[in-house]
Nanobody, 120 residues
Framework: QVQLVETGGDLVQPGGSLRLSCAASGSIFSIDVVGWYRQAPGKERELVAA???????NYADSVKGRFTISRDNAKNTVYLQMNSLKPEDTAVYIC??????????????WGQGTLVTVSS
């Protein structure tokens, strides 16, 4: 079993910053790819940022230059630093991980999400 727990969501004013955390636990051999997605009310889920084992990253155009994804392999945790937040960033942010378990099986895991609200 592998679980993801997201933390860090909050209410923040436009222009503010937040850091989200996605902590993985369980029978993990390696975490290969981690992505942060978001889903706003009435909208489809979209990929915001992703990071691979070697450290390569990818960002949605809407967050480039404002968001930074990083990982701490020792803690099995991935972070999403969000700066210059805008009201349109308001959404539930959900972590997704592609994991190799200790039994050398591939698993794709989703977290429950954490709510980010950007409003004055």
């Amino acid at each position: 079993q592998v679980q993801l727990v997201e933390t860090g969501g909050d209410l923040v004013q436009p222009g503010g910053s937040l850091r989200l955390s996605c902590a993985a636990s369980g029978s993990i051999f390696s975490i290969d790819v981690v992505g942060w997605y978001r889903q706003a009310p009435g909208k489809e889920r979209e990929l915001v940022a992703a990071i691979i084992t070697g450290g390569g990253t990818n960002y949605a155009d809407s967050v480039k230059g404002r968001f930074t994804i990083s990982r701490d392999n020792a803690k099995n945790t991935v972070y999403l630093q969000m700066n210059s937040l805008k009201p349109e960033d308001t959404a539930v942010y959900i972590c997704n991980a592609q994991v190799t378990t200790t039994g050398l099986r591939y698993r794709e895991v989703w977290g429950q999400g954490t709510l980010v609200t950007v409003s004055s």
